[in-house]
């Protein structure tokens, strides 16, 4: 499966954005999905996941309450809305998949290329 990321801007704190895990090759339906993300001279960091049903979510604490993960496995799409941005949030946000998982933080797969989301004070 490919992964492609987008959606991603500059925007002020206190805004919000929806980013887009788009995936091509199979069905996507059946991949439980992650979104993680990276900013300047830090690790690569979990922010949240999707099981492939969308019955069940999992987020990072440092964005629950303000981000939701969801899907449209029709569309083979994957969507983060992030409301209330902060400075904190800057970062290259990407999109990660694997077949079948039922575990909250499996090991991926397939990752996608990544979409700039900058936020300013």
């Known amino acids: 499966v490919q992964l492609q990321a987008s959606g991603g801007g500059l925007v002020q704190a206190g805004g919000f954005l929806r980013l887009s895990c788009a995936a091509s090759g199979r069905t996507f339906g059946r991949y439980h999905t992650g979104w993680f993300r990276q900013a300047p001279g830090k690790e690569r960091e979990f922010v949240a996941a999707?099981?492939?049903?969308?019955?069940?979510?999992y987020y990072a604490d440092s964005v629950k309450g303000r981000f939701t993960i969801s899907r449209d496995n029709a569309n083979n799409t994957v969507y983060l809305q992030m409301n209330r941005l902060k400075p904190e949030d800057t970062a290259v946000y990407c999109c990660a998949a694997v077949y079948g998982s039922t575990l909250s933080r499996p090991l991926y797969d397939y990752w996608g290329q990544g979409t700039q989301v900058t936020v300013s004070s």
């Open positions: 999707i099981s492939w049903s969308g019955e069940s979510t």
